[in-house]
């Protein structure tokens, strides 16, 4: 699935090419599986947000370029430098520590400058960019690759911010037309911007929640076809009926009405399936939705499954498919009152991850 939604961007945005973004265990997917995935499909480079993510990868043989798209300490700068992972450049006075770190170790680092267009986050603000791009040519031990930028609002139904923040990067960018310097690879766009802004492909984009199948949030179109890849499975592992009137799980919240019957799964707040979902998620059994009831425990999770049938062992469905019941990670976002990049990447490493088919 993994590969098929890569093609499907791919195609897309052509000419410009794919870097997945695989921060935060590639939104809970797995961080050294899926880079394994990224690197079979001729990806040009992964992008992550910390130093330590990028070592992850290393550590594990992965040989692609890695983006580390964050803020940098300059006490790190070497270890970016020992172990070949770009850095991003969001300041003067960084770019400069970089430089000289790698002149003192004989290398040449490889970085992508970062300009701040209107999100307020990292990077040079746009109305002193010029500064950073000057002094870009001024290093002799960096070798700019890339430049770029990230929007704040390209998943809303109003694009007008985004928008500005394009027309913004690209006045930079005529700094280097200006000065008949080669432009370094171009990117911006996120899913939000793949899905609404094509003029915003350049020469890169940086797709993190649609590379997995899952829409930036439910305000964009769903333009592209891609599939959710992941699927949250668990199974029955005890019975019983619950008598009328007798309450279940802590505080007491739910009371059975009448006989019902009652299974406990082992899943819960501890395994990222928020305690906030409480008296709202459902879940599918044999192809059919049943509630939650009562509170989320760290570890376990009861369901009403009122006169039906369930054994110990049968395969429940938090997340995915069976039968005619889906469970959209949107719909769990609705339950969980936040977006679906925090459903996926809070699914945490308690959780044991099965890889099928994904090339
Ligand atoms: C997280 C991130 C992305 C990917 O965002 P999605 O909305 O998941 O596509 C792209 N670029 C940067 C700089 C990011 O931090």
């Known amino acids: ?25 590639a939104y809970g997917h797995g961080l050294v599986d899926v880079a394994r995935v990224v690197e079979r499909l001729g990806a040009p480079a992964i992008g992550v947000a910390y130093l330590e993510e990028g070592l992850r990868l290393r550590q594990h043989g992965i040989r692609l370029p890695v983006l580390v798209l964050g803020g940098i300490l300059g006490s790190q700068i070497p270890r970016f430098l020992e172990h070949d992972l770009t850095l991003t ?39 002193t960019a010029e500064k950073l791009l000057e002094a870009s040519l001024r290093c002799r031990h960096v070798r700019v690759e890339g430049i770029f930028t990230h929007f704040a609002s390209a998943d809303a139904p109003d694009l007008s911010h985004a928008r500005l923040q394009l027309e913004r990067f690209h006045e930079v960018l005529r700094f ?7 432009t370094p690879l171009r990117h911006a766009a996120n899913s939000g911007a793949i899905l609404t802004m094509p003029d915003s492909y350049l020469d890169l984009v940086r797709p993190g929640i649609l590379f997995y199948g899952v829409r930036p ?56 399936y928020a305690r906030a979902m409480s008296g709202r998620a459902e879940v599918a059994i ?14 376990q999770i009861m369901i009403a499954i009122g006169r039906d049938s369930a054994y110990n062992g049968d395969e429940v469905v938090l997340l995915g498919r069976q039968g005619d019941a889906t469970i959209s990670i949107e719909e769990m976002a609705g339950w969980a009152g936040t977006i679906t990049h ?15 088919g994904t090339t």
């Not at 280097?176 to 080669?182: A, G, I, K, L, T």
Request: aromatic residues 8%.
């Open 176 to 182: 280097y037309e200006q000065r008949s310097v080669p």
């Open 342 to 356: 925090e459903i996926l990447t809070s699914i945490n490493t308690r959780v044991p991850r099965v890889y099928r």
């Open 1 to 25: 699935m993994l590969a098929e939604n890569y093609r499907v961007i791919a195609a897309h945005v052509a000419p410009a090419r794919v870097m997945p973004i695989l921060k935060a265990n």
């Open 217 to 272: 949030s439910a305000e964009v179109p769903a333009t592209l076809p891609v599939r959710q890849a992941l699927s949250w499975i668990t199974r029955v592992v005890f019975f019983k009926v619950v008598k009328a009137g007798n309450p279940v799980s802590y505080g007491c919240t739910w009371v059975a009405p009448a006989d019902t019957r009652v299974v406990t799964l082992p899943v819960g707040y501890g395994d990222g």
């Open 286 to 299: 044999g192809g059919k939705r049943y509630p939650v009831v009562g509170r989320i425990c760290m570890d």
């Open 89 to 127: 450049a969001s300041s003067v006075d960084k770019l400069r520590a970089v430089d000289e770190h790698a002149a003192a170790l004989g290398r040449t680092a490889t970085v992508h400058l970062k300009v701040d267009t209107g999100m307020e986050r990292i990077g040079i603000h746009w109305y």
